[in-house]
């Protein structure tokens, strides 16, 4: 078998940060600037719920690989399900190396009017999580170890670029598909993570912009990275499929419900009635959205089925996401059956079907990331804190935030899909398409 330059440089790639982290030795210990609290000051139970909702987050990696992988075609469910677990290896390195730095670091962007805003954090803050100890952060993580958040948010990066793999399913290189996700978490997750979530980002400070779990940081960059994708990738050969395995579907769905407790409730960064409210509001969103999805379906004409049952579920998590620490469960229940509906219709429109989003990846997760960012701006509780409480300002401000996430990521990610396929050609040939990616990328199949 003849081996590629391109191997080559990827495990050249993976030897060089492998011994680099060995090597690294910076100039200055970031844990004596005065960020930092005292050991004593860490509360052991949140520390004991964040190492709990961690581990949660990361199974809804694997659950979103049995959840696409049971809607493709039976020659790629393999490679489908691949795409969403190998972000696990190539996020989790690149988020110790630099992603972190890049996304919670030393705040870099401009000063208005005596105040700075930040764009993207400084690269060099925790390159190779120097720094990222056991003490906690005065303000990012107060009441546990700084690693601990560090590894948290990590999970948040795994699992963006793995959604978005379900646009483009069933005709993508699994090189270039690498190479993408790279290059996606860099420049496009890192400086959207910092700008909602660091203290000092401008989406943040400037816009005020609700986003408690990753409603706009995960779901509506994947959304649009993957119409961006399904665009640039074109549509397949074969449009048309039976789902492999409802079965995995439904396995998938599960375990995604199961972490998005941790995803949510997490998200509070304590063992608090803060994060008791995720809790409360994401599952009664999920099933609200469930639910609505089948009956929407049926008097819409078409039959009950345990993929939209799947897929209904999943969208109200989505939606829900957002707001998920600022409102009530009344209204979350409101927030999962609107939400279904306008993804529901977004799923059949006829205009949106030519793009071949292969698993309607936009129509769910970037609509669902829309509905979620626009009702947090109606219901967040507060004063001034929403629309119905007084604020606004902050409904205006949350969208003009959503035009500018919209833009950024669309474009952002449709230059990157350019610059991939420019380096690594991003479609498989017709052959290998034909053949399914299982055996012409992977040389493996079910049988």
Known sequence: MKIGLKWIVSFSVIAIVAFGGLFWNPAADVSDTGAFLSEDKIVGADVAWILAAAGL?????????????????????????????????????LWVVVGFSLSFGESLGFSMNGKHYGIIGNPLSYMFFNGVGALPHKMMASTIPFVLFALFQMKFAVITPAIITGSFAERVRFISYLLFIVLFCIFIYTPLCHMVWHPDGLLNKYFGVKDFAGGTVVHMSAGFAALAGALVLGRRKNPHHEPSNIPYV?????????GWFGFNAGSALSASASAATAFGTTTIASASAMMTWIFFDRINGRSI???????????GLVAITPGCGFVSIQESLFIGFISAIVSNVMVNWKALKKVDDT????????????????LTAVFAHGENASLLHGGVSVFLHHMAALVLVSAFTFFGSLLLYKITDAMITLRVSEESENMGLDLSQHDESLN
Do not use: R
């Open 57 to 93: 987050v990361l199974l809804m990696t694997p659950g979103l690989s049995f959840f696409y992988g049971g809607m493709v075609g039976k020659k790629n469910v393999i490679s489908t399900m691949l795409q969403s677990f190998i972000a696990l290896g190539v996020i989790s390195i």
């Open 305 to 315: 089925s345990a993929l939209g049952a799947c897929i209904g579920a999943v969208v």
């Open 359 to 374: 698993l309607d990846v936009f129509a769910c997760h970037g609509v669902g990331g829309i509905m979620g960012m626009v």
């Open 250 to 258: 439904l396995l998938g769905t599960g375990m995604l419900w199961f």
